[in-house]
């Protein structure tokens, strides 16, 4: 038995569930509450076994979150206040800034069986890659304190039936369109991908006319990267097709209507859509519309701030709304204990604050992040920083999660099989049916005997 009650494979210990009693009362004390008194945060060390003062400081952590900006600030301050009110330490560790390279840094850690990082900032994906390496929590956590989170993100984080991260904060995708040029032209919101389609280039078309030469109808997330996963299975969601792969495991996405979606994204690509888009990210997408020179664009919550500031040419004449039909991806990021931590009641005691209530609405103050606890959403200050919320917060609900738990460990793999085939269908370089079947075929090698 290793320290902490944890066997060496990973596996539940009887040792944990007295452990698993405490953590619910010091939850119940802690989780919600705006702020902690200090007979309050005793009671919390407490009931961890545990005490403030010089000897609680000497049990040290380490936690990967926020590389940069905003978001390692909010991080950096969650942390302090978790530290000042546990007597405990965490030391931030600088991770590289892409996804791709913090991943792999992050499996090859937790493969060499590193302690060196106790608590992981997880994409809403990574749970199924590296649910191996980390805690069930669900062993340490009360169900009414995990109730309270969306249930969508909770089943995405449940790997093989067991908890492997906390939801921290989430986002799905969203329509930005111009206000201003859909009341000068007559157009409403459009609630189908082909009505979009429409009042896009009836919108581009007028403006260019009237010499915005540079006007587009439509941008997004085209380059073949987890972006295009995302945009594609929410023209799919939207559509009433399959995903990629089905919940059962079933190789899902080789189907007639999947195959008439892709065609018809393909058919805006040079019309509606400026070439180009086939190499567009997240910002090259916010640049062009940005800029004045889209009327409709797919992006994150995120950009709702920067095209609405006030340096921005199109401040005051943008709204946002659900993607056609409804239709959106589950995004966000989790949090995670390695199963190589020496200290993981601390590790989770961390966790359980950051992810906590008070934590969850300070943070969606201050930084403008969406809360994983949909209680918060009726908040007004919650609601006047993420104004993008109240057209959002019904669509999360009932969003489209990719399929990361099913495919686990291979889910990169699957995600960049499908990016690659669409990109091909919107490229050109094949037509839909052929790149679905061709998909399909090395999916089903891929899978354990053509099933997941």
């Known amino acids: 038995m290793e320290r902490g009650g944890r066997s060496r494979n990973g596996g539940r210990a009887v040792a944990m569930k007295p452990k698993a009693r405490r953590w619910r009362y010091a939850q119940s004390l802690h989780l919600g509450m705006p702020?902690?008194?200090k007979h309050v945060a005793a009671a919390f060390a407490m009931f961890l076994g545990l005490a403030l003062g010089p000897a609680a400081a000497q049990t040290r952590i380490a936690i990967a979150c926020g590389s940069v900006g905003v978001e390692a600030q909010l991080c950096r301050e969650g942390v302090a206040e978790w530290a000042r009110l546990t007597g405990h330490r965490a030391d931030l560790v600088s991770t590289p800034i892409g996804s791709s390279?913090?991943?792999?840094?992050?499996?090859?850690?937790?493969?060499?069986?590193?302690?060196?990082?106790?608590?992981?900032?997880?994409?809403?994906?990574?749970?199924?890659?590296?649910?191996?390496q980390l805690l069930d929590l669900s062993e340490w956590i009360a169900p009414e304190l995990l109730?309270?989170?969306?249930?969508?993100?909770?089943?995405?984080?449940?790997v093989a039936g067991r908890l492997v991260a906390m939801p921290w904060f989430t986002h799905a995708g969203a329509m930005y369109f111009r206000r201003d040029l859909l009341e000068k032209h007559g157009r409403r919101i459009p609630e189908t991908w082909e009505e979009m389609a429409e009042t896009a280039q009836v919108i581009m078309r007028a403006e260019r006319a009237a010499g915005a030469s540079r006007m587009q109808g439509y941008v997004f997330q085209g380059r073949a990267y987890e972006g295009l996963t995302v945009n594609a299975l929410e023209w799919l969601a939207g559509s009433g097709a399959a995903g990629i792969i089905a919940p059962d495991g079933r190789v899902a996405i080789n189907t007639p209507r999947a195959a008439e979606v892709l065609t018809a994204a393909s058919r805006w690509v040079g019309t509606i859509t400026p070439r180009g888009v086939l190499n567009y990210a997240e910002e090259e997408a916010r640049g062009v519309?940005?800029?004045?020179?889209a009327v409709f664009m797919r992006n994150w919550p995120y950009a709702w701030q920067l095209v609405n500031a006030p340096d921005s040419p199109v401040h005051g004449r943008v709204g946002v709304a659900p993607l056609p039909l409804g239709a959106a991806v589950l995004g966000g990021e989790q949090l995670g204990v390695s199963r190589h931590s020496r200290h993981p009641e601390v590790a989770?005691?961390?966790?359980m604050y950051l992810t906590g209530r008070a934590e969850q609405r300070r943070r969606a103050i201050v930084g403008g992040m969406i809360p994983t606890i949909p209680e918060l959403y009726a908040e007004p200050e919650v609601l006047a920083a993420n104004p993008v919320l109240a057209q959002l917060r019904?669509?999360?609900?009932?969003?489209?999660?990719?399929?990361?738990?099913?495919?686990?460990?291979?889910?990169?793999?699957v995600s960049a099989e499908f990016w690659n085939a669409v990109h091909d269908v919107l490229s050109g370089e094949r037509g839909a049916a052929e790149a679905l079947g061709r998909l399909e075929r090395i999916l089903l090698r891929v899978g354990r005997d053509g099933h997941w």
């Open 289 to 293: 519309f940005q800029s004045g020179n």
């Open 348 to 351: 989770v005691s961390l966790v």
């Open 147 to 158: 109730e309270r989170h969306l249930p969508l993100l909770l089943r995405n984080n449940i």
């Open 101 to 132: 390279e913090r991943l792999a840094l992050f499996q090859q850690l937790l493969a060499a069986g590193s302690a060196d990082i106790d608590v992981f900032q997880l994409d809403i994906v990574w749970p199924g890659i590296l649910s191996h």
């Open 394 to 413: 019904d669509v999360m609900a009932d969003a489209a999660l990719r399929p990361s738990a099913v495919t686990r460990g291979r889910y990169n793999q």
């Open 35 to 37: 702020s902690m008194h």
